[in-house]
């Protein structure tokens, strides 16, 4: 049974960084497709940045590139989401997800992901 516990969320000035966590139990992470995910008040959840199964590049939301970065420590089965120049607009409750496979086509679908941590609130001011 995968599980997902996510930390590191809090408040911050617009301006300012912020890293994600999100450790991974019950299977390995090279064989996940692993992503990030977002929801603001009144919003949809979208997809904010992932890497496939196997590794390659990550992918990112257009309204992160430049800002977020994704990575991950093997060793410690851990997802990290690196948030750089948050922006007011970045306020949301953060989720980490994983599931056996995704593409460019599918990254982004939060439907598609069968494991969630329990999310994480990130306010920017």
């Known amino acids: 049974h995968v599980q997902l516990v996510e930390s590191g969320g809090g408040s911050v000035q617009a301006g300012g960084p912020l890293r994600l966590s999100c450790a991974v139990s019950?299977?390995?992470?090279?064989?996940?497709?692993k992503g990030w995910f977002r929801q603001g008040l009144g919003n949809e959840r979208e997809g904010v940045a992932s890497?496939?199964?196997?590794?390659?590049?990550?992918v990112y939301a257009d309204s992160v590139k430049g800002r977020f970065t994704i990575s991950l420590d093997h060793a410690k089965k851990t997802l990290y989401l690196q948030m750089n120049s948050l922006k007011p607009e970045d306020t949301a409750m953060y989720y980490c997800?994983?599931?056996?496979?995704?593409?460019?086509?599918?990254?982004?679908?939060?439907?598609?992901?069968?494991?969630w941590g329990q999310g994480t609130q990130v306010t920017v001011s």
């Open positions: 890497i496939y199964a196997g590794g390659g590049s990550p």
């Open positions: 019950g299977y390995g992470l090279s064989y996940l497709c």
């Open positions: 997800a994983v599931c056996w496979r995704c593409n460019d086509g599918t990254w982004r679908l939060p439907g598609g992901f069968r494991y």
